[in-house]
């Protein structure tokens, strides 16, 4: 799916100003959490050896292939004792596998106690995956007391790593005032860092907002703009995003329609060029 466009300079003075606010590059993604996978293409028998020897890079990879029967045979507790030997070493990605794990009763019983336990000593070496996580179980009481203060503690640790998910989650606690005071500016700026990240909840929230003038002013072009880049999605918000987008087209006239479509495209092709460099910071 594309962004509809029609290419034509843009007019519009004030919708620029805000267009180029909005556009400004994409902050960076500074977390590392595949971090510990890095070991080459080593056969299997070196990654053994190296695991066994105490490497505690090679016991996570070891552990992932145990996970996922790429170079071994497939063993889900092999994978569980090599991940907790690499998360007894201080691995955050294998403190987070484990998380993981546990949460979702795969590989071991369901036990969110103990998938909490291990969310939290990986965020508190700083992991982006694993304060979300603690985010989304207090801010649901999930296996802990719901407590949206401390939701929004551990969802601003992820957002403040740049994770897109994070930013939403964090914004709609701004926007919503759940756990801390009700902020709609905070809220959008977040929702619009997560928008540069391709984030397709946070600009159909956008779309929204904007139609509805809720928490700011009322601007169907830009209302237009982030619903035409929700629509370009795979999320399940697409097929609203386009229906919205298509019922504001009929309000716009055809040279503030132009102008949208030309932002919305500028914007789509600024975050297919950033997403490269994110990638590669990823890995």
Partial sequence: MKVQAIFNPISGALLLTVALAIIAGAQADSDNDTGEAQSGNSPAATVISKAQSGDRASQF???????????????????????????????????????????????VALDQAEAI???????????????????????????????????????????????PRAEFS????????????????????????????????????????????????RNLQLAYVFFNLASASDDSVASDARSRMNDISSQLSEHELKDAQSIALNYYNSTERQAPARRRRNR
């Fill in 61 to 107: 990879k070891l552990a992932k292939m145990y996970e996922s029967g790429q170079g071994v045979a497939q063993d889900g507790l092999e994978s569980i004792k090599w991940y907790r030997k690499a998360a007894d070493q201080g691995s955050a990605p294998a403190m987070v596998r484990l998380g993981e794990a546990y949460d979702a009763g795969r590989l």
């Fill in 117 to 163: 336990k291990w969310f939290k000593q990986a965020a508190q070496l700083g992991n982006a995956q694993a304060a979300y996580q603690l985010g989304k179980h207090y801010d649901t009481g999930s296996g802990v007391e719901a407590d949206q203060t401390e939701s929004v503690k551990w969802y601003r640790q992820a957002a403040e790593k740049h994770m």
């Fill in 170 to 217: 964090l914004a709609e606690k701004y926007r919503t005032g759940q756990g801390i005071a009700q902020d709609y500016d905070e809220a959008i700026k977040l929702y619009r860092r997560a928008s540069r990240k391709k984030d397709a909840t946070s600009q159909y929230r956008l779309g929204l907002m904007y139609s509805a003038g809720d928490g700011c002013e």
